[in-house]
């Protein structure tokens, strides 16, 4: 995925002096040089950071992503290869507690977990951004995010409005809403703090309470909301996959607003993305139903509402990923726990609720009839393959580039516009195109 530069390095000096700041006047950290501190990190931090990534799936079980490039021979890796460990799903629900020292848990996710999900959420909607998508002018923002732990998705957005021009405004507010009350008052302070960092004038409402599926989420009397946001935070959700698109959408009839967005960022593991594609071919059925129709659109990754290609091969699933500037410290953290995250995968769903079409939506495309590359592109000759999704399904493509700007342009997150495509699913070419975006 194409981020702005900006957004790239915005979590660099300026972003860790804020932080450093925010930790300090909270006390989460003894003195200023602790980010630097090997000692402290190793002892403080690093162990609680080894056991969030085991529970967040990060560690041990290799998982393969078969859209990656074939291993060149003596390449260390053959394909991107991931190594976590399964723990399913039902132990992270009392983790904040588990601890012995809750404190230093707390301090190690809003260190190391934190940013990156920031970083995350911001790239979705600088995607958007980037296709031309702009919010309707809004005269007093309201956005929501469910199991807002530290506030990193409201963070997420605000970095996205500063960072692209997507149309929020410079006022606004924020509900979080968070089962842990210690972690909710961080996240209330911190995105309070960095808010302010960014120049927005943009104000919190935490609510401490466990979202519970079954019943209506937020009373009848609640606002309606620009932004509906959840982060790393469905992958939690016990209920079965079809009665969650049905309670999502229910909600989101009383209280998304028209023309506003449903963002939701999961895991890029396969077991985690493939529940998100679970969940939009479920979504999918709920917008076809009477009172619905014609009311939702899901916009990315997939630019439209053609049934999953990844969906369609057991053991596949789709993911993206952006290339960002991590703090210092966070290099160092990764340095000492194994970690890195030089490159931050995800998978990604964002719903509008609009009857506009996609044309009107996403203006980049035009009516173009858009292929997506759901892999990198490696080089077979003076080819590039890659694996391209769109209306005809997920393809394994090749494609000769015109230029050496088209080599360098073209990677996981391009689109396609007009692509004649040749061939079949297992081997397929790009006879011709009118552009890349
Ligand atoms: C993995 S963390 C993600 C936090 C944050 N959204 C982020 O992206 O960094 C998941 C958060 O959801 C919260 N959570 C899980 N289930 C919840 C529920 N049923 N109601 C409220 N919060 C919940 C957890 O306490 C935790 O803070």
Avoid at 229 to 251: G, T
Avoid at 347 to 363: G, N, Q, W
Wanted: proline share 7%; aromatic share 10%.
């Amino acid at each position: 995925m194409k981020i702005p530069v900006s957004l790239s390095t915005a979590f660099t000096e300026e972003y860790e002096s804020t932080l450093r700041q925010f930790l300090l006047t909270e006390e989460m950290i003894p003195d200023e040089t602790a980010l630097e501190n090997d000692r402290f990190l190793t002892r403080s931090v690093i162990p609680h950071v080894e056991k969030l990534s085991m529970l967040f799936n990060r560690l041990e079980h290799e998982e393969v992503d078969p859209d990656a490039p074939p291993r060149k021979p003596g390449s260390p890796h053959k394909q991107i290869a991931v190594k976590r460990v399964k723990t399913g799903r039902a132990g992270l629900d009392p983790y904040w507690k588990e601890s012995s020292n809750p404190e230093n848990l707390r301090l190690a996710y809003f260190m190391s977990f934190m940013p990156p999900n920031q970083a995350r959420v911001a790239s979705v909607l600088t995607e958007l951004a980037r296709l031309g998508f702009r919010f309707q002018p809004i005269p007093n923002f309201r956005g929501i995010e469910w199991g807002a732990g530290p506030a990193s998705g409201a963070c997420g957005v605000a970095a996205a409005a500063v960072h692209s021009e997507i149309g929020l405004p410079r006022t606004g507010n924020w509900a979080l809403i968070e089962q842990d009350k210690k972690v909710l008052g961080i996240g209330e302070r911190w995105a309070t703090t960095y808010f302010s960092s960014v120049g927005l004038d943009w104000s919190i409402r935490p609510f401490h309470r466990k979202v519970d599926w079954t019943r209506p989420l937020l009373p009848q009397n609640a606002p309606t909301f620009h932004l509906w946001l959840s982060s790393y935070f469905l992958n939690e959700v016990e209920i079965p996959l079809e009665e969650l698109a049905e309670r999502m959408v229910d909600n989101w009839e009383f209280h998304l607003e028209n023309e506003g967005l449903a963002v939701l960022v999961e895991p890029a593991l396969r077991l985690q993305s493939r529940r998100l594609l679970e969940l939009r071919k479920h979504l999918l059925v709920e917008f076809e139903k009477p009172r619905r129709k014609g009311k939702y659109q899901v916009l990315t990754p997939c630019l439209g509402h053609q049934a999953c290609g990844a969906l369609a091969a057991p053991g596949d699933w789709c993911h993206e990923e952006i290339t960002w500037w991590r703090p210092k410290y966070l290099r160092k953290i990764d340095e000492l726990a194994g970690l890195d995250r030089k490159t931050l995968p995800f998978s990604y769903l964002v719903v509008a609720k609009s009857s506009r079409t996609r044309e009107e939506l996403l203006p980049a495309f035009g009516a173009h009839k858009t292929d997506r590359l759901v892999s990198p592109a490696h080089k077979e000759g003076r080819d590039l393959e890659f694996f391209v999704c769109g209306e005809e399904g997920k393809r394994r493509t090749r494609y000769r580039p015109e230029s050496d700007e088209e080599y360098d342009e073209i990677g996981r997150g391009s689109v396609l516009l007009n692509a004649e495509l040749r061939g079949d699913a297992r081997a397929s070419r790009v006879d011709r195109l009118d552009g890349i975006i």
